[in-house]
């Protein structure tokens, strides 16, 4: 079982970029899907998570400004980052609990992907 981001890039404040999780592999079910993103000398903070059911939950921080949804069917995390702003510039993780075929849950991290944020 693997989860792999997409979607980070370069934007300028304001702007919006769209991030997607994939997990892929020998997956039984996907329970709680979450993005966290850590900024250059802090600690990894939890920007938003939704549950299998669609249940939500956001840092304050990104209240009103960014969406978590998910797509079920295709095992597929997404967010959405509108009026981004430049303390908004992380590297973006996404993060799974995950039930593979043999009934074993584990919590499981994408690679990370870049958004840098110009003021």
């Known amino acids: 079982v693997q989860l792999q981001a997409f979607g980070g890039g370069l934007v300028q404040a304001g702007g919006s970029l769209r991030l997607s999780c994939a997990a892929s592999g020998s997956i039984l079910s996907v329970n709680t899907m979450s993005w966290y993103r850590q900024a250059p000398g802090n600690q990894r903070e939890l920007v938003a998570t939704i549950t299998r059911s669609g249940s939500t939950n956001y840092a304050e921080s990104v209240k009103g400004r960014f969406t978590i949804s998910r797509d079920n069917a295709k095992n597929t995390l997404y967010l959405q980052m509108n009026s981004l702003k430049a303390e908004d510039t992380a590297v973006y993780y996404c993060?799974?609990?995950?039930?593979?075929?043999?009934?074993?849950?584990?919590?499981?991290w994408g690679q990370g992907t870049l958004v840098t944020v110009s003021s």
């Open positions: 993060n799974a609990q995950i039930a593979d075929r043999a009934l074993k849950w584990g919590d499981y």
